[in-house]
C-alpha cells in the first residue's frame, strides 16, 4: 500500500496562487494513478484533477481547466497541483489520492488510497 501527505494549502486571495503537494511513502508511487479531489463544506468530493502512471495524460475537471496543472515527478514520489487564478469557490479541504487502476478515474469510490487533506481557503 502507499502513504499520502499532502501539503501547501493556506489562505489565498481572489486571483492568487498557491501550489499543493502530495508526497507518497510505502509501495512503488509510479505504479498508481493519481488525483486531486476536494470538499467544501456540506457538499460532496469531486474531482479536481488526475494524472496517469508516467505522467504524460492529465485530466481536469471543467471547473478548474485552464487554472490548475497537476503533475508527478515519479523519482521524488510527489505529485503537485499548481493553482493559478484561484476564486473563492475553490475554498475547500483538498485531497490527494492514489488508484491502482490503470487509467485515471473521476470516481472517488475508485481510489484506494488517501491523504488527510489540506484546507485551501480563498477570500474575495
Known amino acids: 500500500q502507499v502513504q499520502l501527505l499532502e501539503s501547501g494549502g493556506g489562505l489565498v486571495q481572489a486571483g492568487g496562487s498557491l501550489r499543493l503537494s502530495c508526497a507518497a511513502s510505502g509501495r512503488t508511487f509510479s505504479s498508481y494513478a493519481m488525483g486531486w479531489f476536494r470538499q467544501a463544506p456540506g457538499k460532496e468530493r469531486e474531482f479536481v484533477a488526475g494524472?496517469?502512471?508516467?505522467?504524460?495524460?492529465?485530466y481536469y475537471a471543467d471547473s478548474v481547466k485552464g487554472r490548475f496543472t497537476i503533475s508527478r515527478d515519479n523519482a521524488k514520489n510527489t505529485m503537485y497541483l499548481q493553482m493559478n487564478s484561484l476564486k473563492p469557490e475553490d475554498t475547500a479541504v483538498y485531497y490527494c489520492a492514489a488508484t491502482t487502476k490503470v487509467v485515471v478515474t473521476t470516481t472517488p469510490r475508485e481510489y484506494e488510497y488517501w491523504g488527510q487533506g489540506t484546507q485551501v481557503t480563498v477570500s474575495s
Open positions: 494524472i496517469n502512471l508516467s505522467g504524460d495524460s492529465t
